[in-house]
């Protein structure tokens, strides 16, 4: 008798045993606490919807569902032409769940709608840790032309601007054809939301132009312990998901969703996405940029910026063109190789050892595109990784003289109304 019930007993247990192992393979619920959860934030009511790129990197990251491991969490925020909507991809389904969809259109370049949506995956979809997919188009730290949301949600929308994307976002609201002339979201307004959704984040990867410079980094310094982005111009097509899902995302090493992303580009296979367009990416690790900013700002009292005087940054590598086509939108010069320039050579060398104690991972194709002409490309130079793939801005006397031009007027004037510009000492220079 003792023996049968040992072996009931056994039996019993293994039931149990095998009931939990599925459970386990099974995906999270709401409420239940993940390792990671990874906001895919689409912001693509826009000349990127319009040409259905958030449809083909939802296809990537469904292709990729497969590797999403248990204890992990895949949700998608999606605002294109109808009303936005919340997924979950799991590994289980070949399709995405559901979980929640607006009424009625809403404007994603919003922070107060950015801080909506991450409230309901704090509270519905929490983690011990969260990783930020910003995905949109985006131009970096400068000013945000348009920040009338309201007037892109709802049934219509107006207050339009005739300018091609600035900041972060671009949502043209249910009647803006997908154009790229609508509202936007400043930086530091992003930073303010995420602070109030009360979520941190391992990182912030930006799929979107621009953004991987110090002026961006520092201010959301307190908001992720990194930061992963392109100081460039990016191909259309973005990152492609279905690596980054498996190898990318939910990595332990935020860097690896910028080595993926690099990988990517260069690989054979992907050019029918990406062709020779080029990229230039990094990560940076936020708790490094005080250390930064104080070495610089003690440096740069003895620069060559002292006395408002504009340097020569002919031969500096620069990530994006400063010319009419692009609005006049600033050079993001190579952090690396503006510092040889500004600074004399004892204040470069402390100064950059400061800079390579921020960038964990940087690494660039030979060449990149920088417009506006097919022709014009940026040589990067590789061999010898004198580069980081971050920017900064350099003020220069160009920048007021042309502040007729662009829609931003003075960017000397925008820059001194950043964190950085304080934090770093610039105001030492007369700028």
Same mark, same amino acid.
């Given at each position: 008798?003792?023996?049968?019930?040992?072996?009931?007993?056994?039996?019993?247990?293994?039931?149990?045993?095998?009931?939990?192992?599925?459970?386990?393979?099974?995906?999270?619920?709401?409420?239940?606490?993940?390792?990671?959860?990874?906001?895919?934030?689409?912001?693509?009511?826009?000349?990127?919807?319009?040409?259905?790129?958030?449809?083909?990197?939802?296809?990537?990251?469904?292709?990729?569902?497969?590797?999403?491991?248990?204890?992990?969490?895949?949700?998608? !925020?999606?605002?294109?032409?109808? =009303?936005?909507?919340?997924?979950?991809?799991?590994?289980?389904?070949?399709?995405?769940?559901?979980?929640?969809?607006?009424?009625?259109?809403?404007?994603?370049?919003?922070?107060?709608?950015?801080?909506?949506?991450?409230?309901?995956?704090?509270?519905?979809?929490?983690?011990?840790? %969260?990783?930020?997919?910003?995905?949109?188009?985006?131009?970096?730290?400068?000013?945000?032309?348009?920040?009338?949301?309201?007037? +892109?949600?709802?049934?219509?929308?107006?207050?339009?601007?005739?300018?091609?994307?600035?900041? !972060?976002?671009?949502?043209?609201?249910?009647?803006?054809?997908?154009?790229?002339?609508?509202?936007?979201?400043?930086?530091?307004?992003?930073?303010?939301?995420? *602070?109030?959704?009360?979520?941190?984040?391992?990182?912030?990867? !930006?799929?979107?132009?621009?953004?991987?410079? #110090?002026?961006?980094?520092?201010?959301?310094?307190?908001?992720?312990?990194?930061?992963?982005?392109?100081?460039?111009?990016?191909?259309?097509?973005?990152?492609?998901?279905?690596?980054?899902?498996?190898?990318?995302? !939910?990595?332990?090493?935020?860097?690896?969703?910028?080595?993926?992303?690099?990988?990517?580009?260069? *690989?054979?296979?992907?050019?029918?996405?990406?062709?020779?367009?080029?990229?230039?990416?990094?990560?940076?690790?936020?708790?490094?940029?005080?250390?930064?900013?104080?070495?610089?700002?003690?440096? #740069?009292?003895?620069?060559?910026?002292?006395?408002?005087?504009?340097?020569?940054?002919?031969?500096?590598?620069? %990530?994006?063109?400063?010319?009419?086509?692009?609005? %006049?939108?600033?050079?993001?010069?190579?952090?690396?190789?503006?510092?040889?320039?500004?600074?004399?050579?004892?204040?470069? =060398?402390?100064?950059?050892?400061?800079?390579?104690?921020?960038?964990? %991972?940087?690494?660039?194709?030979?060449? +990149?595109?920088?417009?506006?002409?097919?022709?014009?490309?940026?040589?990067?130079?590789?061999?010898?990784?004198?580069?980081?793939?971050?920017?900064? +801005?350099?003020?220069?006397?160009?920048?007021?003289?042309?502040?007729?031009?662009?829609?931003?007027?003075?960017?000397?004037?925008?820059?001194?109304?950043?964190?950085?510009?304080?934090? *770093?000492? +610039?105001?030492?220079?007369?700028?």
């Amino acid at each position: 008798m003792k023996d049968i019930r040992i072996l009931l007993l056994l039996a019993v247990l293994g039931c149990l045993c095998a009931c939990c192992d599925h459970d386990d393979n099974k995906s999270l619920r709401p409420g239940e606490t993940a390792q990671r959860t990874v906001l895919i934030y689409m912001c693509a009511q826009n000349s990127l919807g319009n040409w259905n790129y958030h449809a083909a990197d939802s296809t990537e990251i469904m292709n990729a569902h497969a590797s999403i491991a248990p204890d992990n969490r895949l949700l998608l !925020f999606l605002d294109d032409n109808r =009303a936005p909507r919340l997924y979950q991809v799991t590994a289980e389904d070949n399709e995405p769940k559901l979980l929640e969809q607006w009424d009625t259109d809403i404007c994603s370049a919003s922070p107060r709608r950015l801080q909506e949506v991450l409230e309901i995956v704090a509270k519905d979809y929490p983690a011990r840790e %969260y990783g930020l997919v910003m995905w949109s188009h985006a131009d970096g730290w400068i000013p945000a032309t348009n920040t009338n949301y309201p007037a +892109f949600e709802g049934p219509s929308s107006g207050n339009r601007t005739q300018l091609r994307p600035f900041s !972060f976002g671009i949502d043209s609201g249910p009647t803006g054809g997908m154009g790229d002339n609508g509202a936007q979201m400043n930086v530091d307004e992003m930073a303010q939301a995420i *602070a109030d959704a009360g979520i941190h984040c391992r990182y912030i990867f !930006f799929d979107a132009c621009l953004m991987q410079n #110090l002026e961006v980094a520092y201010a959301l310094r307190h908001q992720t312990d990194y930061i992963v982005a392109s100081p460039m111009a990016i191909p259309a097509a973005g990152s492609y998901y279905t690596n980054e899902v498996a190898y990318g995302l !939910f990595s332990q090493d935020p860097a690896d969703i910028a080595r993926t992303y690099l990988q990517d580009v260069q *690989a054979a296979e992907l050019s029918h996405l990406y062709s020779d367009y080029g990229l230039a990416v990094s990560c940076l690790q936020t708790d490094k940029l005080e250390p930064l900013a104080e070495a610089l700002k003690e440096a #740069l009292p003895r620069s060559v910026l002292a006395g408002r005087k504009s340097p020569d940054m002919s031969q500096v590598l620069n %990530y994006q063109t400063y010319c009419f086509n692009f609005y %006049y939108r600033p050079h993001n010069y190579d952090v690396r190789q503006s510092l040889a320039v500004l600074l004399d050579p004892a204040d470069t =060398a402390r100064v950059q050892r400061a800079l390579d104690e921020a960038v964990t %991972y940087y690494g660039a194709t030979e060449r +990149f595109w920088i417009g506006p002409k097919d022709e014009d490309y940026q040589t990067v130079p590789v061999a010898t990784g004198d580069y980081r793939a971050v920017s900064l +801005f350099v003020p220069q006397q160009i920048y007021t003289d042309k502040a007729k031009s662009t829609p931003h007027g003075d960017l000397n004037t925008s820059f001194s109304q950043t964190e950085w510009y304080k934090a *770093a000492g +610039f105001d030492a220079t007369g700028w």
